[in-house]
Structures are given as C-alpha cells and as structure tokens.
C-alpha cells in the first residue's frame, strides 16, 4: 500500500501536523517533535461529524480513539491566520477513504460512528430548544410592549440561526456505519 498523507493545523495554538498512512500504521508529525507512529491495530474508534462554527459553516471533524484512551482529532480546514482558514476538503475525504480501507484491513474490530455521542446530541439539542424559547418568549414580550425593532431583530435571529440548526442536528444524530459505507452527511460536499 502506498503512503498517503494529509497536512493539516487545527487552530492558532496547535502545530501544523502531517497525518500519514503507512502500511498498518498512522504516523503523526508535527513541527520540532519526532515522528509518533500510532499501529492501526490500536484505534479503536472513528468518529465524524458535522462541526461548524461562526467561521467556518463547512467544517467536519475526525476524532481517532486509540486503546489507551489518546484522542487525535483533524478536520476538513486548516489554519491560516485569524478567521483564515484553507479549505482541504478533498484531501480530507481522500485521507479519510484510505484510513477506513486500511483500517477495515488492518483492524476489522475498529468501530466507525457518525455524529457526536447521544449525551452531547440531546445536551446540544435541549440547549437550542430552550435558546430557541427565550428567543420567541423575547419576541413575544417586545412585541406586546409595542417595542417592534427589537422583536424584529429577535425574529431575524430566529430566522437566521434555525435552517443552520436543523442543519447540525441532522447531520449529527449519533449512528454507526460500516468503514465502506461512510454516510454522506458527514462528509465535506
């Protein structure tokens, strides 16, 4: 199997890094420390998910769960500057179809999820809920107390925040899958 690899820097304080398949293994560099090979036969976990945030409403996550409980997270961006950041998408998706085939090779065992765990989907849900609820409770109020601006203003939030909503928590419901099967809504489009 040939060596494939993804460059990739997480945020301002993280060192840009180089995840790099080779053979059975992930080898992890990162600026001023050695190389860290990490055996595929270690991971015991995949997790994607949809992971946007105010910057970067196109943005996915990869975690990697090892044995002993280390966590490697990438994502579909990389680190420019403050608010900059390069879209890497299709290295990405490529990394990640290579990892899962050698991973369905190497470490059959390995368990593949979509979305984020059930305690942070409902966590992350009753939050938008009661957010939601004071929005259209301080609507409500402004508008009975004939202050119209506001109330407009809190309708635009409204308006403007819930496609983005119903966006995330779409894409995130917590679901396994098979490592050929990776499901779409969980990867960059």
């Known amino acids: 199997m040939n060596s494939m690899e993804y460059p990739t820097r997480n945020h301002a304080f993280a ?17 001023g420390r050695d190389p860290d090979r ?5 991971l015991r976990a995949v997790e994607l998910s949809y992971f946007p ?12 769960y090892t044995q002993s409980g280390r966590r ?16 890497t998408s299709q290295g990405y998706k490529d990394f990640l179809l290579a990892l899962h085939e050698a991973l369905s090779r190497y470490n059959p065992d390995c368990q593949f999820r979509s979305g984020v765990s ?4 409902w966590f992350n849900v009753a939050c938008l809920g009661f957010v939601f609820f004071v929005l259209v409770f301080a609507f409500l ?5 004939g202050i119209l601006w506001v109330a ?4 635009l939030i409204l308006l403007f925040y819930l496609p983005y909503a119903i966006h995330w928590v779409r894409r995130n419901v917590p679901k396994r899958y098979a490592p050929d099967k990776i499901p779409a809504e ?4």
């Open 15 to 31: 060192p840009p890094m180089v995840l790099r398949l080779e053979g059975d293994s992930l080898v992890l560099e990162q600026e």
């Open 152 to 155: 407009f203003i809190k309708a």
């Open 53 to 64: 945030t105010r910057a970067e409403l196109n943005r996915y996550r990869c975690r990697l």
């Open 186 to 189: 969980v990867l960059p489009q």
């Open 72 to 87: 490697i997270e990438f994502f579909n961006r990389t680190y420019r500057g403050i608010m900059d950041f390069e879209d």
């Open 118 to 121: 059930a305690r942070q989907f």
């Open 141 to 145: 109020y402004f508008m009975s107390n």
């Open 38 to 42: 990490v055996s595929l036969r270690e």
